[in-house]
Each structure stands twice: as C-alpha cells, then as structure tokens.
C-alpha cells in the first residue's frame, strides 16, 4: 500500500479515536451527576452521619455566624452556635443550620438560574470547603460565604 495512503489513513484513526473519546468524557459528567456540579469538579457523596463546623458570613442573609453541626441520615441533628450570631439562630430557628448537602444544592441551584458567582473550593476527598454565591454583582448584600472546616465523619 502506497505510504502516504497510510499516513493519511493512520492520522484519520488517530482524530476518530480522540474525538469519541472527548465525547465518552464529557457525556459522563453531567449526566452521571444530574447537573449537580459543574465539568471536572469532584463528586462527593454525602454521608449518613457527620459533623463539621460551618461559618457563614457576608450579606444580609439570615444564616450569619459560626456553628457545630452534627447531620445523622441527610438531617442537621444538632447544631451549635459558636458565637452571638450563631447561638441566636439556633435559638430561634435551628432548622435553618444545613447540611452540607444543602449547601451544595444552593451551590447548584445558583448556578442553574446563572448566579453572577457560584463557586466553591474542594478537599483531596471532593467535600467542599468554601462555597462562594454572588446571585447578582451589583446588587448589595445578596452574597453568601460558606467556610467548612473539622469535617469528619461519625459512623457508629
């Protein structure tokens, strides 16, 4: 067979395989996840029983302040307020502390309805430890900063 025939033959192959596999790769990520984070972040699979601390800062949201919280089956179990601001809401709402699962899903609420930010940061385990939403950049006091830190799990 005449070399360059080959040539061309091989570099074809070559374009036909790296195309199906770009597209074997990016079909898995959305999908797999249900929309639930963005291409190329990790994927975290929330545990049934966990603790971790959380604080919440910036905007006039009502969840300001640094908390404890335990989670047990996808449900805050006990949440406790580290500072002035924290302790109020547990006294008065303690069913506004979330999991971290639903950080997440603000997370991706925000990116769906195009937030001006929705970002956040990730652990080596694919946890995220700071979420960072800016529904709209020039609108005052609509942003939330969430830091989460001493995760650890609890299984009995």
Do not use: H
Not at 82 to 97: E, F, G, H, K, T
Not at 109 to 137: F, H, M, T, V
């Amino acid at each position: 067979m005449n070399p360059a025939l080959l040539r061309v033959r091989a570099v074809s192959t070559a374009v036909l395989v790296g195309t199906l596999l770009s597209a074997a790769v990016a079909c898995g990520t959305e999908e797999e996840n249900n929309g639930q984070t963005a291409p190329g972040e990790p994927v975290w699979v929330e545990p049934a029983e966990y603790a971790y601390t959380l604080e919440s800062t910036q905007g006039e949201r009502a969840l300001i302040g640094k908390f404890r919280v335990t989670v047990r089956d996808g449900v805050v179990t006990k949440a406790v307020g580290l500072d002035d601001s924290a302790r109020r809401l547990v006294d008065q709402s303690p069913d506004q502390v979330p999991t971290i699962g639903a950080l997440l899903e603000e997370l991706n609420q925000a990116r769906k309805e195009n937030a001006d930010e929705a970002e956040a940061e990730y652990a080596a385990d694919g946890r995220p430890e700071r979420i960072s939403i800016d529904w709209l950049e020039n609108a005052i006091d609509d942003e939330a900063l969430y830091a989460i830190s001493d995760y650890r799990p609890t299984a009995e």
